[in-house]
């Protein structure tokens, strides 16, 4: 069972995130909430050693988060929390096996857990007491992995490969996952989007909603739409409408201006 400390000093912020935990994993424990650098140095000399992964704010009511680690050697793995795209390097000099943007999404703290999960299965299936340097050298290794740049699709009995930068976007329909292309073409492929979400340069993909991966190349036209919502108008002609979903609104903008 994974034991996890939640540093965070907004509480509906802190208890939203226990419940995606627990919609993760039922087994999932969140031992302690803490909500102040103070509070969380004095918790952590006492009990960092009871837990298995810490998710950490970076902004808290008495400074930034980074001050903890000036009074604790923390050998806990840790998950950023920040609103603030800016901190993302920060974070990762001290411990970060990984960070979330807020608002934090189901599906990004899926990702998250889901890379905490494969750091540890990399290692050694018998040390199951992996230290953080073990994770980390881990984890610097699945960052030199490079991004897919092709697409293979079968076009009625020939195969042909589709690069990355030819793609418009990516749609969801029922267990379906199609590939459209700039020539307006649409191809199905095996994968989810999930799993596309991994494989795409995020710099150049991003998903909008639960049926489409948008590439950036591939937005003529971003309207504001109604309940502050944004509907992206594609340079394909495609008649479905693409909605940005709400709880990404904010994190698509950042993508967008590059932040």
């Known amino acids: 069972m994974m034991k996890v400390l939640i540093v965070e000093d907004e509480i509906p912020a802190a208890e939203k995130l ?13 031992v302690a909430k803490t909500q102040s650098v103070e509070e969380s140095t004095n918790w ?10 810490i998710f950490m ?3 808290l009511t008495d400074g930034k988060s980074f001050e903890i680690f000036e009074s604790v050697k ?3 793995p840790i998950i950023f929390i920040t609103a603030y795209d800016e901190f993302a390097i ?11 943007l807020k608002p ?3 599906d990004d703290l899926s990702h998250s ?3 905490f999960k494969q750091l540890k299965e990399s290692l050694s299936d018998n040390d199951n007491n992996a230290t953080l340097n073990q994770l980390q050298s881990a984890l610097s290794q699945l960052k030199q992995k490079t991004y897919k740049t092709r697409f293979m699709v079968k076009l009625g009995e020939h195969i042909k490969s589709v690069t990355t930068q030819n793609i418009e976007f990516f749609y969801a329909e029922g267990r379906s996952v199609y590939l459209y292309n700039s020539d307006n073409r649409k191809f199905i492929i095996d994968y989810k989007l999930e799993e596309l979400n991994d494989l795409l340069d995020p710099a150049m993909f991003y998903r909008v909603n639960r049926s489409f991966i948008v590439n950036i190349e591939g937005i003529q036209d971003v309207i504001v739409y109604s309940n502050s919502r944004l509907k992206i108008i594609p340079r394909l002609d495609f008649d479905k409408e693409i909605i940005v979903s709400r709880d990404k609104v904010a994190p698509f903008k950042e993508w967008l201006s590059g932040a």
């Open 44 to 53: 952590l000399e006492k009990h960092q050693f009871h837990i298995d992964l």
């Open 57 to 59: 704010d970076i902004q």
């Open 90 to 100: 920060d974070a990762f000099k001290v411990n970060s096996i990984d960070y979330l």
């Open 18 to 30: 226990e419940r995606y935990l627990h919609r993760y994993d039922t087994g999932i424990e969140v």
């Open 74 to 76: 923390i050998k806990t």
């Open 113 to 115: 857990l889901n890379k």
């Open 104 to 106: 934090i999404t189901y």
